[in-house]
Every structure is written in structure tokens, then in C-alpha cells.
């Protein structure tokens, strides 16, 4: 929450809980809390310009799988925001999804 814009909050408290009367529940069901649990590869794709989640928020469960030599690929778009729209992009990323399971689900 502290990495969302301050005019995004309310509606996040609204989905997600607030960080200070649920800090107890948001910390034990973060992803972050429980990276030592993903065994998978996993992947990792995020716009730069995304207003729901921000970049930081996908470099740091890279970092924390990198961390403990999980297998991670992470695919950033400069010029995209929550989704991936413009064709270019998606046709990247459509191919980097397809290789990747291609490359690890065989």
C-alpha cells in the first residue's frame, strides 16, 4: 500500500483491507512472506506506467525469487500500464509466455 498513489488508496483499502487495522492478516498472506513457497518458475510481467500495481512492487518479488536462486523471468514494458495494449507489446509478450512454457512445462 505504501507504493500505491495516495489518490489510488481508498479504493485499495476498500479491496485489499487497511494496512493498519489488517497489518496482521496483510503481512501473513503476502506473496512476499512466502516466496521460500514458490518452487515453480515463475514469470513476471509489468508495465511501467501501472496504476494498480507499481513497478516496485514486481521487482521485489524478482529480487526475493532471484534471492534464493528461484527461476524468475521478468519482462518489463517502459510504455504500458495494467494490462499490456498496445500490439507490438502483446505480440512480445504473448511470445515470451508461449517460450517460457514452452521451456519449462515440457
Known amino acids: 500500500?505504501?507504493?500505491?498513489?495516495?489518490?489510488r488508496r481508498k479504493w485499495r483499502i476498500a479491496e485489499y483491507g487497511d494496512p493498519e487495522k489488517d497489518s496482521e492478516l496483510l503481512e501473513k498472506i503476502s506473496?512476499?512472506?512466502h516466496v521460500d513457497k514458490i518452487r515453480a518458475?515463475?514469470?513476471v510481467i509489468q508495465g511501467a506506467n501501472d496504476p494498480?500495481?507499481?513497478q516496485s512492487e514486481a521487482e521485489q518479488i524478482v529480487r526475493a525469487i532471484k534471492g534464493r536462486n528461484g527461476t524468475v523471468e521478468y519482462l518489463l514494458f517502459l510504455d504500458e500500464g495494467h494490462g499490456i495494449a498496445k500490439l507490438p507489446n502483446r505480440i512480445?509478450?504473448?511470445t515470451a509466455i508461449a517460450e517460457f512454457l514452452?521451456?519449462?512445462?515440457?
Open 1 to 7: 500500500m505504501k507504493n500505491t498513489g495516495a489518490y
Open 102 to 106: 514452452d521451456k519449462y512445462l515440457k
Open 41 to 43: 518458475p515463475l514469470m
Open 31 to 33: 506473496p512476499l512472506n
Open 92 to 94: 512480445k509478450a504473448y
Open 52 to 54: 494498480r500495481v507499481p
